[in-house]
């Protein structure tokens, strides 16, 4: 006689128990609560239902993954990768500068210490692609990585992080960013995952005056997604790019929190933060942009627009300006709303059937952010996977 599985939420309990127990001891801190202000939108049960232990290629939590995934790599010239000594005085100095490095996503990823890859630009590097692909093996899987642009030097790096086939798993992504005088860089995250997995994506970035920074991200699929970027403009005089894209469905939900500080005057910032709800999905993003009374002259735009396809789809959307400084250029704004029937109707005239005219819609909605990706995000055709193209 086989016994049936147990399925009752009785059962499910004592494994979410170890799951928080597990996550809590890895991180050094108790699981964020939704009495944080910047938890309060976000439903951490999807983390619980992870397996618990580090993903490897084995059904024993306790085998390591690789001590260096990254040997092999190959760098386009003008791009070094540092190790030991020199790697470990850089790692961590852009978290502390930005004060994430004791927010939970962060301390998770330090437990499971990933091998870290900490890269040197010297010059133009041209473009580089980063495939952050999860070992086999239910569980966590935890990158680590800094990027450091000497002054003058140009980069422009795609990240695509994707969990194992068939794998339950919480991926653990951290990226530092250190930007010299006169730097480029053009940053890409293409995160398309599945209902059964989640991500926790904590990007870090320092900028010195006159450098650049446009930095996109695209999400889509995640049963829990966690995007928070950080920029400081250490004495301002910078300008800064950031583009956001999320789609959730069914059950899923996307969560992003951004912060930019200016350190100093006359610095930019020009950011644009986009979601497309279904089912019942739920989207949140909280910007905040921090203009003391050193950084006169700012010249910042923060926007959230947020398109609702289902009368079960949540929105919640907050952008914050917190101004000290009486010589600013600031704005900021919301906007939520359905396919409009006046857009929908000019389509079908054209003979343009109900389902085709929605998804036209829906592309030049998310094209205006798919298209500050960096050009090696073309080669997965991000549309069709936020579409759900064939």
């Keep these: 006689m086989v016994a049936a599985p147990v399925t009752s939420a009785a059962a499910a309990a004592p494994a979410a128990a170890d799951a928080s127990a597990w996550l809590a001891e890895l991180a050094g801190a108790l699981l964020p609560s939704r009495r944080q202000e910047d938890w309060r939108f976000t439903d951490l049960s999807p983390l619980l ?13 306790s085998v390591a993954v ?5 040997t092999g790599l190959s760098l386009p010239a003008g791009v070094e990768r540092l190790t030991g000594a020199d790697a470990e005085r850089l790692l961590g100095t852009a978290l502390t500068a930005t004060g994430a490095a004791d927010h939970w996503p962060v301390r998770l990823n330090a437990g499971a210490a990933p091998a870290p890859l900490v890269l040197r630009v010297r010059r133009d590097g041209g473009s580089l692609e980063l495939p952050l692909a999860a070992p086999a093996g239910d569980g966590l ?22 969990a194992a086939p068939g794998q339950r798993q919480l991926l653990s992504l951290v990226t530092e960013v250190v930007l010299a005088e006169d730097a480029r860089l053009s940053l890409g995250c293409l995160a398309l995952g599945r209902d059964d997995c989640c991500l926790l994506n904590h990007l870090v970035v320092r900028q010195a005056p006159g450098s650049e920074l446009l930095a996109a991200t695209v999400s889509a699929g995640w049963s829990l997604a966690r995007h928070e970027p950080r920029v400081l ?13 999320q789609r959730v469905e069914g059950h899923q939900l996307a969560d ?29 993003f909280n910007g905040a942009v921090q203009v003391p009374r050193a950084a006169q002259r700012t010249n910042a735009a923060q926007m959230s627009r947020n398109l609702l396809l289902s009368d079960r789809a949540r929105i919640d959307t907050k952008p914050e300006l917190e101004i000290v400084a009486d010589d600013v250029k600031c704005a900021h704004g919301a906007t939520v709303s359905q396919l409009q029937s ?8 054209r003979g343009i059937d109900a389902a085709a005219a929605a998804r036209l819609l829906q592309r030049a909605f998310c094209e205006d952010v798919l298209r500050f990706l960096p050009a090696a995000a073309r080669r997965h055709d991000p549309i069709s996977a936020l579409l759900g193209d064939a």
């Design 233 to 245: 403009q250490e004495r301002g005089a910078a300008s800064t790019r950031l583009r956001g894209l």
């Design 66 to 70: 690789p001590a260096d995934p990254w």
């Design 141 to 162: 899987a935890a990158w680590r990585l800094l990027v450091l642009l000497e002054p003058g030097a140009r980069l422009e790096l795609l990240q695509v992080p994707s």
């Design 256 to 284: 992003t929190h951004s912060c930019v500080r200016f350190e100093g005057p006359e610095g930019e910032l020009d950011q644009l933060h986009k979601a497309v709800a279904g089912g019942a999905g739920r989207s949140v």
């Design 342 to 349: 006046e857009e929908l109707f000019y389509l079908r005239s």
């Design 49 to 61: 239902a992870i397996p618990t232990g580090i993903a490897a290629p084995s059904a024993e939590p």
